[in-house]
């Protein structure tokens, strides 16, 4: 049975983020980036969990958690708060909502499908098969590098960084910026960049994160990074 994962938060990279987290499960993932919106869309399309940001425009997470909690035929339905790692996470109001769990972000993928699998198999009093994380083959993969001579493993991870740029891009630049910016930054007709052309450009940035790249840096640093930098360098170049 294929379940559907509600996540609610306002930054496109964390959205995406956890999309790609679940790909290779049996799971339909529903966006939205803020509170009313995550309350209209719980009611359409009844999830099986929902995960929301504690501070998200309009409701923010333990609102909708809240309602959730006081729906009269959803109230079971699992909520889980992400916090980010420098928000203050109010413990009284998390308990008060009603909130089934909270997983600070920056969040390993696996700790994610662990925390989602095992609330699931508690709602339903039944065994959960195991969700596989993504690229599950790549701890394998660097454990056979461990005894190699130190150039074959500058070679090898060299080789591995290469792998993960789309064809023609410059491997220093992960993200794909020069070719985004010559392509894409045209200024508008008052020959400023608009917040739509940042907004446009910085979900274009994303969209180019390969699976591969993710692996390798997003979760070495706080993801909402990605989406700053991006806004910031836009910014700048105005």
């Known amino acids: 049975m294929r ?10 990279t964390i959205r995406r983020l ?9 799971f339909r993932i529903i966006e939205v980036n803020n509170g009313d919106a995550a ?3 719980f009611e359409e399309v009844r999830p099986s969990v929902v995960l929301t940001d504690i501070y ?5 997470g333990y609102q909708v958690c809240s309602y959730v909690r006081n729906h009269p035929h959803l109230g ?6 992400l916090v980010g790692a420098f928000d203050a996470f109010d413990e009284r109001a998390a308990k008060e909502s009603g909130a089934t769990a909270s997983i600070t972000k920056p969040f390993e993928p696996t700790a994610l499908i662990d925390l989602v699998t095992s609330i699931l198999a508690a709602e339903t009093q039944t065994e959960e098969p195991p969700l596989e994380p993504q690229q599950e083959s790549q701890p394998q993969q660097e454990l056979s590098v461990v005894d190699e001579p130190a150039s074959q493993v500058r070679q090898t991870e060299t080789a591995r960084k ?9 491997p220093e630049d992960l993200l794909g910026l020069s070719a985004i910016f010559k392509t894409e930054a045209h200024p508008s007709s008052l020959g400023t960049i608009t917040e739509q052309d940042i907004d446009r450009i910085a979900d274009r940035v994303i969209q180019r994160i390969s699976t591969k790249v993710i692996e390798s840096i997003a979760w070495d640093v706080v993801p909402d990074i990605t989406e700053r930098v991006v806004r910031e360098e836009l910014k700048r170049k105005q």
Not at 56 to 60: E, M
């Open 76 to 81: 079971q339905t699992p909520v889980v708060l």
């Open 56 to 60: 998200i425009p309009g409701k923010n």
């Open 39 to 41: 309350i209209k869309t």
């Open 3 to 12: 379940r559907t994962i509600l996540i609610a938060d306002d930054s496109p």
């Open 18 to 26: 956890v999309t790609q987290t679940f790909a290779d499960a049996n």
């Open 162 to 170: 290469a792998a993960a740029q789309p064809a023609g891009t410059d």
